[in-house]
């Protein structure tokens, strides 16, 4: 994200685009000139790098394709970075998980198929619409018995959480009688209606008609509800620099045919998904699970380490003589012990840079979150396992003249490490699937790229027996080799 300096400077010159243009009104200076200082936002923008927060899975607008982020908001946002001479970074996240990190300034704007709301307009600033949507509802192909809102009664319907979907299907529910169930996106939604938990699906109608044509198992039943526009968001106040470039680099983009140009490569008879079989899919998801594994290991690598020595440092602490260094163990143990890890993933990633005002990378903030959670686990371990010795051998070695640190680094700690050697295996394993959690704040690790998966092709339990099958593969091979060292270890 840009530094803060730039953040004032951009103000600045919306300041003096402002005053210009009251000043040309003044001064009778012509409707030509006045409209000049319009053309500042490219040079506030210009050179400067925006950390962009868009979802996951919302094709046709934003989807992975051979590895790649593409669709509509995609190529409006580079198109716009390219017109105005700035350069974009683009966070996948989800659509909730964007939105909180724009609040909590770990991106600097959002593109990601969102609505237009007046509820959103007092949070953020949004540019002028670049999508005009509206919903449709759709239920399995095999479905014959819902044909409308009327066959809905004491039913249950799905919709996207925060979405135009949502909104209207909660419009309506009462009037048809039906229970609306919020999921967090689409390929999820469709599946839970394939699978009988819901019995129609409430998408924007552009979303709806690409997975339809993508063979993801649905029908549409309804005809389009008119819906509301989507929009570049910004926080309330912030980048006005930023929302000014993009309305200017949307207008270009319309005036030169580029904008319509993206519209139609997506919507306009899309081409339909190629039938592949399972090795098919195998062969294309191979790269990109095998990046996202390297990334598990790395996280899982380094929070093993980090949980390692903070579980050796403050399990020493609970059975020490002083009562302060006990105190100060219990109270982290209880904390990481005692809240969900989800909670501490959105914590650090999200509410410690409100917090602190500095922002924090994904991968620094997954593996805070797994080294702080698990070393609580293993300060636990470290202290069962030193209580575990024989008390004994500690009145032994204090009778032989040996200090506290000695006896228990000579005496104690040699037969605590045997007792303690299978539990932080354990520990270990639990970690690395742990890692799986952190797929919600956008670390594209094993499970987050196994999602950006099956949201492009609709194959999710296909691509999640892959993703399970290498959980399951690495867990075993490294719990093998982890009991080999300890029979040579620990003999």
């Not at 602190?356 to 990378?361: V, Y």
């Given at each position: 994200?840009?530094k803060?300096?730039?953040?004032?400077a951009?103000?600045?010159?919306?300041?003096v685009?402002a005053?210009?243009?009251?000043?040309?009104?003044?001064?009778?200076?012509?409707?030509?000139?006045?409209?000049?200082?319009?053309?500042?936002?490219?040079?506030?923008?210009?050179?400067?790098?925006?950390?962009?927060?868009?979802?996951?899975?919302?094709?046709?607008?934003?989807?992975?394709?051979?590895?790649?982020?593409?669709?509509?908001?995609?190529?409006?946002?580079?198109?716009?970075?390219?017109?105005?001479?700035?350069?974009?970074?683009?966070?996948?996240?989800?659509?909730?998980?964007?939105?909180?990190?724009?609040?909590?300034?770990?991106v600097?704007?959002?593109?990601?198929?969102?609505?237009?709301?007046?509820?959103?307009?007092?949070?953020f600033?949004?540019?002028?619409?670049?999508?005009?949507?509206?919903?449709?509802?759709?239920?399995?192909?095999?479905?014959?018995?819902?044909?409308?809102?009327?066959?809905?009664?004491?039913?249950?319907?799905?919709?996207?959480?925060?979405?135009?979907?949502?909104?209207?299907?909660?419009?309506?529910?009462?009037?048809?009688?039906?229970?609306?169930?919020?999921?967090?996106?689409?390929?999820t939604?469709?599946?839970?209606?394939?699978?009988?938990?819901?019995?129609?699906?409430?998408?924007?109608?552009?979303?709806?008609?690409?997975?339809?044509?993508?063979?993801?198992?649905?029908?549409?039943?309804?005809?389009?509800?008119?819906?509301?526009?989507?929009?570049?968001?910004?926080?309330?106040?912030q980048?006005?620099?930023?929302?000014?470039?993009?309305?200017?680099?949307?207008?270009?983009?319309?005036?030169?045919?580029?904008?319509?140009?993206i519209?139609?490569t997506?919507?306009?008879?899309?081409?339909?998904?190629?039938?592949?079989?399972?090795?098919?899919?195998?062969?294309?998801?191979?790269?990109?699970?095998?990046?996202?594994?390297?990334?598990?290991?790395?996280?899982?690598?380094?929070s093993?380490?980090?949980?390692?020595?903070l579980?050796?440092?403050?399990?020493f602490?609970?059975?020490?003589?002083?009562?302060?260094?006990?105190?100060?163990?219990?109270?982290?143990?209880?904390?990481?012990?005692?809240?969900?890890?989800?909670?501490?993933?959105?914590?650090f990633?999200?509410?410690?840079?409100?917090?602190?005002?500095?922002?924090?990378?994904?991968?620094?903030?997954?593996?805070?979150?797994?080294?702080?959670?698990?070393?609580?686990?293993?300060?636990?371990i470290?202290?069962?396992?030193?209580?575990?010795?024989?008390?004994?051998?500690?009145?032994?070695?204090?009778?032989?003249?040996?200090?506290?640190?000695?006896?228990?680094?000579?005496?104690?700690?040699?037969?605590?490490?045997?007792?303690?050697?299978?539990?932080?295996?354990?520990?270990?394993?639990m970690?690395?699937?742990?890692?799986?959690?952190?797929?919600?704040?956008?670390?594209?690790?094993?499970?987050y790229?196994?999602q950006?998966?099956?949201?492009?092709?609709?194959?999710?339990?296909?691509?999640?027996?892959?993703?399970?099958?290498?959980?399951?593969?690495?867990?075993?091979?490294?719990?093998?080799?982890?009991?080999?060292?300890?029979?040579?270890?620990?003999?």
């Open positions: 994200m840009r803060k300096t730039m953040f004032r951009g103000k600045l010159s919306v300041a685009m005053l210009l243009a009251l000043g040309g009104g003044f001064l009778g200076v012509s409707a030509a000139a006045a409209s000049q200082p319009l053309a500042q936002p490219q040079a506030a923008v210009t050179g400067e790098t925006y950390v962009i927060g868009t979802d996951t899975t919302f094709a046709p607008f934003e989807y992975r394709k051979d590895g790649e982020l593409t669709g509509i908001d995609m190529d409006l946002i580079r198109g716009i970075a390219k017109s105005q001479g700035f350069t974009v970074e683009i966070k996948s996240l989800g659509f909730d998980a964007a939105l909180q990190a724009l609040q909590s300034n770990q600097d704007g959002v593109i990601a198929g969102m609505s237009i709301t007046d509820e959103r307009e007092l949070i600033d949004f540019s002028d619409p670049y999508f005009d949507s509206g919903v449709q509802m759709a239920v399995a192909e095999d479905n014959t018995e819902i044909t409308g809102y009327s066959d809905l009664a004491g039913e249950t319907v799905v919709a996207k959480r925060g979405s135009e979907g949502e909104t209207f299907a909660n419009s309506i529910k009462d009037e048809y009688d039906f229970t609306v169930k919020a999921l967090a996106d689409s390929a939604m469709y599946d839970d209606v394939k699978a009988g938990n819901s019995v129609a699906v409430f998408d924007d109608y552009p979303v709806l008609a690409y997975g339809i044509n993508q063979n993801n198992g649905l029908k549409s039943v309804t005809e389009k509800e008119q819906g509301s526009s989507y929009g570049f968001a910004v926080n309330k106040g980048n006005p620099e930023l929302l000014a470039a993009f309305n200017t680099g949307l207008a270009d983009l319309k005036d030169n045919g580029e904008y319509q140009a519209l139609d997506y919507l306009e008879q899309p081409a339909p998904a190629a039938a592949s079989g399972f090795f098919g899919l195998l062969s294309d998801s191979m790269p990109a699970l095998m990046k996202g594994l390297g990334l598990t290991l790395l996280a899982t690598g380094l093993i380490l980090i949980a390692l020595v579980g050796v440092l403050f399990g602490f609970t059975v020490s003589e002083s009562r302060v260094l006990r105190g100060i163990a219990s109270v982290y143990v209880s904390i990481f012990r005692g809240t969900p890890l989800l909670v501490q993933a959105f914590f990633y999200f509410g410690l840079p409100q917090l602190t005002g500095q922002s924090i990378d994904v991968l620094t903030a997954g593996v805070l979150t797994l080294s702080l959670n698990a070393g609580a686990y293993m300060t636990e470290v202290r069962g396992g030193i209580q575990s010795v024989d008390p004994g051998q500690t009145e032994a070695g204090r009778s032989l003249g040996l200090g506290y640190v000695t006896t228990m680094r000579r005496v104690v700690l040699p037969q605590a490490v045997k007792i303690m050697t299978p539990s932080f295996i354990n520990q270990f394993v970690t690395l699937k742990d890692t799986s959690l952190l797929a919600v704040i956008g670390f594209a690790e094993l499970t790229q196994g950006q998966i099956y949201a492009a092709n609709f194959r999710t339990g296909e691509t999640l027996l892959i993703v399970a099958a290498l959980y399951f593969i690495v867990i075993n091979l490294l719990t093998m080799l982890s009991n080999k060292l300890d029979k040579r270890f620990n003999k």
